[in-house]
């Protein structure tokens, strides 16, 4: 695929993305847990499930929470293990795997992005 067509297809998902956040579709929290969290094949490995996983950790620590629950299908283990998840419990009777993920306090993080001053 052309560069062009890949930056297009690129921004197109990336425009999705924005949308099904401001409608609130693809990323949903409850509490400390992330309870869905949807990303269409069409748009895997471009970044997007990380995008939403950051906006969904961001509503979670703004609520006060220090840790960050959810039940990953076993397909997405590895996505989430990659980011800090780590396993909570036992495969549950529908094959979830119960994840959970320290976050980091808003004053660090804040820090860290605006590196050193």
Do not use: W
Not at 2 to 14: F, Q
Not at 30 to 40: E, F, H, K, R, W
Not at 97 to 115: F, H, N
């Amino acid at each position: 695929m052309p560069d062009i067509l890949r930056s297009a297809r690129s921004l197109e998902l990336m425009c999705q993305l924005f949308a099904a956040l401001a409608e609130n579709r693809m990323v949903e929290v409850g509490g400390a847990t992330i309870v869905s969290l949807y990303v269409s094949p069409a748009a895997a490995r471009l970044g997007v499930g990380s995008s939403l996983l950051t906006h969904a950790e961001r509503k979670i620590r703004d609520a006060g929470a220090s840790i960050a629950y959810l039940d990953a299908s076993p397909n997405a283990e590895a996505f989430y293990a990659r980011r800090g998840y780590r396993r909570g419990g036992e495969v549950k009777s529908n094959n979830s795997i119960p994840m959970s993920k320290r976050l980091e306090p808003q004053s660090r993080l804040t820090s860290r992005l605006s590196g050193p001053t």
